[in-house]
């Protein structure tokens, strides 16, 4: 099924007293298929946990239509939804134990062979040993796991992830995660998870919503996201560490074309494609950019500025002249350079990113498709991976 | 202390003090601890002298009242005149203590019938005027009762609540309503809504989701809440004391009127405080499980 999960023209206000109407959720829809995961990515208050409790029946649709399974949800009370929730703060009940907690949903609809299917989703979620435990003494890990168990024991036609991991430390993070994604998979469940970390979105999520002071800036698979952004918001939003993001204007001189970052700084472009004078803003991801010796031709002159030699990669920022913005560039572990220095950078141009600096929207290149000039191969094919 | 922070720290690849340096930081923190033991210490003698002299008060014949001395021949008439055991009893004092019971029980019952609802709704939602309720509330507290009380002779008196329980218990929300509302809302808002809406998701009504699920996680606050009440109920003593008659007196105006007479009976006024100790005392006895539960209440949470 196509249209499992939809969302139409999904509108929330909130209107309290004496203050301001607040929009938070501007008439978004979406389709999802069964067994998708779709991630809702966004910074805090841009609609996505609105868009969540209302799928979940815990906040009131302002208009707009939420439909499973081909019915109509709008109206109906959180219980009668078949939807569960996985909250961000686990909502376990402190004075029973783990296995009560997951029987609880089960035991209030007067549901049969409790203590059989209890068991089974503690197997599957590898808790069995915590079952007579109370969640006082579980860890964070441990908690997200059983709250996850109760959410999925009751076998949900929507199973919805609020911040899973934003609780949990790094190494938990990181095998929550791996875990999360195959229970997924292994059960099919279609599911939305929200979360304002990128890293988490791009990893689990079959299709990610970009969001934005209640809207979708952009929804399509990790990589078309990562990849392809559509706009500036979702190029400054997805990638760690952010992209570069610089405004220029574009000259032509004769046939060929350049951006003009300052008086002395210009990157030429391999195909004119714009209109003389345009101001666009170019986005640039750090592991794009290749550092060279200066005297290189085609490469665009800047300044160390700083050095930072992180285990994995170094991190260099550098300044362009006449530019004010700096620009962060990965490079590899071994490399050493000191502030100061001279350098050369050369762009990979397939992966430039070009945005109308009016209205903020991706601007096609001709070139996108053809062969890169100046080739980066190490670079574009680790970038998608490195998330 | 120290020592586990050493060893914390030695744990973490620091240079850690040698042993010698390590017992000196133990003495030290040793040192400190009896320091405040003693500070302890004094503050209980401090704190408890007025007690023991009310109970060396309470024993003393009429004659040795006035006496400083720590020796005097020890009698139990004065609670004996108090109790109106054998002899007549000049003042009704065990129906000052019963008057006591039923106004101060009553009027936590009708605050806590009142107030819990309400510390839930002033948790849980913002409405109309709810911080300007709250604000009431508590206005309440500070405003001086000496300031409403005249006002009020005026009222009962033309509605007849005066010298009645009733209206005790009805003048007595103004101070145990504030106490249970603020206390429980705090308990209220500590508990997530995610727990609720847990509870909603799996098929409970709202007020199932609160009796289920809330009002046994907030069972210590109650407690607190309620104790707390209690205690100021009871030793409520400017409403009772123009707000009553002979009827419904309570003990603490109750105590003060055997200082009325032609002589002044010292001795029976602290008899009766004494006696007047009990139910409160008993009641915190029993409540402390609750309340020392209260305290660790914050580990369990999500």
Redesign the interface.
């Known amino acids: 099924m196509r249209d499992y999960l939809v969302l139409d023209r999904l509108v929330k206000i909130y209107r309290?007293?004496g203050k301001p109407e607040v929009l938070a959720v501007q008439g978004i829809s979406l389709s999802v298929a069964k067994g998708e995961l779709l991630g809702l990515l966004g910074p805090s208050g841009c609609g996505k946990s609105s868009t969540l409790r209302m799928i979940?029946?815990?906040e009131t649709v302002t208009s707009g239509d939420i439909r499973i399974a081909g019915q109509s949800v709008t109206g109906l009370?959180?219980?009668r939804r078949n939807?569960?929730?996985a909250?961000?703060?686990?909502?376990?009940?402190?004075?029973l134990t783990v296995e009560e907690n997951i029987a609880?949903?089960l035991r209030?609809?007067g549901e049969r062979d409790v203590r059989r299917r209890v068991h089974e989703v503690a197997e599957r979620l590898g808790i069995t040993d915590l079952l007579p435990r109370?969640?006082?003494s579980l860890s964070s890990g441990q908690?997200q796991r059983v709250s996850l168990a109760?959410a999925i024991v009751?076998e949900p036609a929507v199973l919805l992830l609020d911040e899973p991991l934003s609780h949990l430390d790094a190494s938990e993070r990181e095998r929550t995660r791996r875990e999360l994604k195959r229970l997924q998979r292994e059960t099919g469940y279609t599911t939305i998870l929200v979360t304002h970390d990128q890293h988490e979105a791009l990893t689990l999520a079959d299709r990610i919503a970009v969001m934005n002071a209640g809207q979708i800036m952009q929804l399509g698979t990790p990589s078309e996201v990562y990849d392809a952004p559509q706009n500036l918001f979702v190029a400054d939003f997805v990638g760690e560490p952010p992209m570069n993001i610089i405004p220029a204007t574009v000259r032509t001189d004769g046939d060929a074309q350049r951006l003009q970052f300052s008086d002395s700084a210009a990157l030429p472009l391999p195909e004119a494609a714009f209109g003389d004078g345009v101001e666009v803003v170019v986005g640039i991801r750090p592991q794009d950019i290749q550092v060279v010796s200066q005297t290189r031709p085609g490469t665009l002159p800047a300044t160390v500025f700083a050095f930072e030699p992180l285990q994995e990669l170094s991190r260099l920022t550098v300044a362009m002249p006449g530019v004010e913005t700096r620009l962060v560039i990965q490079a590899p572990p071994t490399s050493s350079y000191s502030p100061g220095e001279s350098v050369g950078l050369l762009v990979n141009y397939a992966r430039l990113h070009i945005f109308d600096a009016r209205t903020g929207e991706r601007m096609p290149c001709p070139w996108m498709d053809a062969q890169p000039l100046t080739a980066l191969s190490q670079s574009s094919s680790s970038a998608t991976g490195s998330s | 202390m120290a020592q586990t922070e050493a060893r914390r720290l030695q744990s973490a690849g620091v240079q850690v003090t040698t042993d010698a340096e390590t017992r000196q930081v133990t003495w030290g923190a040793r040192l400190l601890q009896w320091f405040l033991d003693l500070l302890t210490l004094a503050y209980f003698a401090f704190a408890l002298f007025p007690l023991v002299w009310m109970f060396l008060l309470s024993l003393k014949p009429q004659s040795e009242l006035y006496s400083t001395y720590f020796r005097f021949s020890p009698t139990l008439d004065g609670y004996r005149a108090v109790l109106g055991i054998g002899g007549t009893e000049e003042i009704p004092f065990l129906r000052f203590f019963f008057n006591s019971l039923v106004v101060s029980v009553g009027a936590v019952a009708v605050s806590l019938l009142v107030g819990l609802p309400a510390a839930y709704a002033f948790a849980r939602w913002k409405f109309r005027g709810s911080e300007s309720l709250l604000f009431t509330l508590l206005s309440f507290r500070f405003a001086p009762e000496l300031m409403v009380i005249v006002p009020l002779y005026v009222i009962y008196q033309r509605i007849h609540l005066f010298d009645t329980r009733l209206g005790l218990v009805w003048v007595y929300q103004l101070i145990t309503l504030p106490l249970i509302v603020w206390i429980l809302r705090s308990y209220f808002q500590d508990l997530t809504p995610e727990l609720e809406q847990a509870a909603l998701l799996d098929g409970y009504s709202r007020t199932q989701a609160f009796i289920k699920i809330v009002l046994p996680l907030v069972r210590p606050g109650l407690a607190a809440a309620g104790l707390l009440a209690f205690i100021f109920a009871w030793n409520a003593f400017a409403f009772p004391f123009v707000l009553t008659g002979s009827n419904a007196q309570t003990v603490t105006v109750g105590a003060l009127s055997f200082l009325g007479g032609a002589i002044p009976r010292y001795n029976l006024t602290a008899a009766a405080a004494l006696i007047s100790l009990v139910p409160p005392l008993i009641l915190a006895l029993f409540i402390q499980r609750f309340l020392v539960r209260g305290l660790t209440f914050g580990a369990v949470k999500g």
Do not use: D, M, T, W
């Open positions: 309290p007293r979940a029946g815990l009370p959180p219980h939807v569960a929730v909250f961000e703060n686990y909502a376990l009940y402190p004075p609880f949903g209030a609809r109370k969640p006082g908690k109760r009751r």
